[in-house]
């Protein structure tokens, strides 16, 4: 069973595609809009898989994911 603590406990709903979502069968991951986080730090400590850094504390190793997330939503608002 999937843990999506993340999304539920975002305040601004910056995380997706949410399960409602039309593309959310087809996701790879969930991705967090750059554009709309507050870096407010509540989904680091629920993350069930520590995939999830404050802002400046993503290792260096996975920081091209920064830019996969920024893609993934600007591919959406220009499909809408």
């Known amino acids: 069973m999937a843990?999506?603590?993340?999304?539920?406990?975002?305040?601004?709903g910056c995380i997706g595609p949410r399960a409602a979502d039309e593309d959310f069968g087809d996701a790879e991951q969930l991705y967090i809009d750059p554009d709309a986080c507050v870096?407010?730090?509540?989904c680091v400590e629920v993350c069930p898989?520590?995939?999830?850094?404050?802002?400046?504390?993503?290792?260096?190793?996975?920081?091209?994911?920064?830019q996969v997330n920024k893609d993934y939503f600007l591919a959406k608002r220009e499909s809408a």
């Open 39 to 42: 870096d407010c730090g509540a």
């Open 3 to 12: 843990d999506y603590s993340c999304v539920e406990i975002c305040p601004v």
């Open 49 to 66: 898989v520590s995939a999830i850094f404050e802002a400046g504390c993503l290792p260096e190793k996975w920081r091209h994911y920064a």
